[in-house]
């Protein structure tokens, strides 16, 4: 990464060409991130939805790079743990000088700490954080940050999943796509979002476009009958169908009481 592109890439950039200013705003959602490697967070959130949404100003994201804020020499954002083993560790101050200066602008709803070992992120994590007016997302690498400031700043540790990644970036990309497309107005059609898997504990039913015949294969009549009644039921009976079929841990007494 040359000079220009690091600079590009440092603090309170929108990764996408043209945020709006949420700050204001009734609607919207704005969200820091504290990266390492912030060009991670580029392309993901530069395109499509993401993009729409900043270009909308219904989202804000600036990422902001570590380094910029650290007080050691050539950058440095990490040192040998204690107790020795392979791996390093993100040190406190660097993240501390960054996140008071950050929490001293404005408040947080929540400090994010993106970590395997926290709670699995999931539909209802995300409609929570869509409700909430600023996040920071602190992203780790190498083995990880410092507990300490787990212990003093981070009100919350959301993990993507049972596995490991090698930065905090791609599962923050994650977080902010299923946060940002729950904000009212960021999808076209507001109902589409609530028709989605997970949304009413239910996976979503199959869908069909043009052509209604293709290879041999037909859309379902009912599709194409033009009576709406009739085919949210048919919809919701896919959707209970495929939910039993693949995901039975879904169906709580609550959804078997809807259906
Ligand atoms: N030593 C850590 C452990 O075993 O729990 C893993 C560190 S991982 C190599 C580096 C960073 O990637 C973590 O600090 C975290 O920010 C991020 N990360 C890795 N896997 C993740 C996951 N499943 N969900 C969220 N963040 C993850």
């Known amino acids: 990464m040359n000079e220009e592109q690091n600079q590009e890439a440092s603090d309170n950039h929108t990764p996408p060409s043209g945020g709006g200013g949420v700050e204001g705003r009734s609607v919207g959602i704005r969200i820091d991130i504290i990266s390492v490697v912030p060009d991670l967070l580029q392309s993901p959130l530069g395109h499509s939805i993401m993009k729409r949404a900043q270009q909308r100003g219904?989202?804000?994201v600036?990422?902001?790079?570590l380094?910029?804020?650290t007080p050691y020499k050539h950058g440095q954002v990490d040192d040998y743990q204690f107790g020795g083993g392979a791996g390093m560790v993100m040190m406190p101050e660097p993240l501390a000088i960054l996140?008071?200066?950050?929490?001293?602008e404005r408040t947080y709803d929540e400090v994010i700490y993106m970590t395997p070992d926290?709670?699995?992120f999931n539909q209802?994590?995300?409609?929570?954080?869509?409700?909430?007016g600023a996040l920071l997302i602190i992203?780790?690498?190498?083995?990880g940050i410092d507990e300490r400031i787990r212990q003093k700043f981070v009100t919350m540790e959301v993990s993507i999943g049972d596995y490991v990644l090698s930065g905090g970036e791609l599962a923050a990309a994650v977080v902010v796509d299923a946060v940002g497309r729950l904000i009212p107005g960021v999808l076209n059609d507001e109902t589409s979002a609530l028709l989605d898997s997970f949304q009413d504990g239910l996976l979503a039913p199959p869908v069909y476009t043009r052509p209604a015949e293709w290879r041999g294969m037909a859309v379902p009549d009912i599709l194409l009958c033009g009576d709406p009644k009739k085919i949210d039921a048919w919809r919701h009976e896919e959707a209970f169908r495929r939910t039993e079929e693949r995901r039975p841990d879904l169906l709580s007494d609550d959804v078997l009481?809807?259906?």
């Open 67 to 69: 380094r910029d804020h």
């Open 99 to 104: 996140i008071e200066k950050l929490q001293s």
């Open 62 to 65: 600036h990422v902001h790079n």
């Open 58 to 60: 219904l989202l804000e």
């Open 257 to 259: 009481g809807k259906t």
């Open 118 to 120: 926290g709670d699995s």
């Open 139 to 143: 992203c780790g690498h190498y083995k």
């Open 124 to 132: 209802q994590t995300a409609n929570r954080l869509s409700m909430k």
